[in-house]
């Protein structure tokens, strides 16, 4: 069951769902949906000419990604191709029995903006503000206000309440996130625990230097054997004309 404005409204006031702050209530809460305001920090995307980011490799998500803050009364230009990661001003959580849905405004939507590529829930059980994953699908920039009004939340009631939530005993990355939050899909059990990582690199260091180690290695070896057969033909050449010097005496 989708909850409506009174049901919504309900579940605020009791608190067990929580949407912080809400600028106008009258103007935020919709007959079924909460707007949310966009916030002030947003992670651009750095061009790049390395050939591909490893999403396990922490270092390479980092330095993927720069922080920018726009300040208040100031523009963010989301230019054609652009993708960026925004925020939401209001923090929300989400009780163990609602799912959110992360949905775009229709009024955005016209101007070819998109608010999410894949993360368009928030489970029962998220605390935090709302990463926006931001696109321009159009053909002219789009300027965007810290401020305005730029998704929405719908909530889905379970069946009944979630047994194991978002959070920490699940190891949920982006639980209580404060801002725009790069991937963090290195922390997946399927790539290992950190220390495997680490384990990983060191063993990937270590091939690299035994690797150049053999290259020493063999130059090493191939020099001694070009000085080797600059002796044999020296000693060839000496040899030879030693001969040549012996059979001339005898003809004298």
Do not use: W
Not at 39 to 52: A, D, K
Request: with cysteine; aromatic share 4%.
């Amino acid at each position: 069951m989708i909850l409506s404005d009174a049901d919504i409204l309900r579940r605020l006031e009791a608190g067990d769902l929580r949407i912080e702050p809400l600028a106008d209530i009258d103007l935020q809460v919709q007959p079924a949906s909460v707007d949310l305001r966009l916030g002030t920090e947003f992670l651009e995307f750095q061009r790049t000419n390395i050939p591909c980011i490893h999403p396990n490799s922490e270092q390479e998500v980092d330095e993927y990604v720069t922080e920018t803050r726009v300040e208040e009364g100031e523009e963010f230009v989301l230019h054609p191709g652009d993708f960026v990661l925004g925020t939401t001003i209001e923090r929300v959580a989400i009780p163990e029995d609602l799912i959110a849905h992360v949905e775009g405004r229709s009024s955005l939507g016209r101007l070819a903006v998109v608010v999410h590529a894949t993360a368009g829930l928030a489970d029962p059980g998220f605390r935090g503000k709302i990463t926006l994953e931001l696109s321009n699908l159009g053909t002219a920039p789009v300027a965007l206000t810290p401020g305005m009004r730029v998704s929405q939340l719908t909530f889905t009631e379970l069946s009944s309440p979630a047994e194991r939530p978002y959070g920490p005993e699940r190891g949920s990355k982006y639980q209580d996130q404060s801002g725009p939050q790069a991937s963090r899909v290195q922390d997946d059990t399927e790539f290992g625990d950190r220390q495997g990582r680490l384990g990983r690199q060191e063993r990937l260091d270590e091939h690299a230097s035994t690797e150049r180690t053999h290259d020493e290695r063999d130059g090493r070896d191939d020099r001694h054997d070009d000085r080797e057969a600059r002796e044999t033909d020296r000693d060839r050449a000496d040899r030879e004309n030693r001969e040549s010097h012996d059979e001339s005496g005898a003809d004298r």
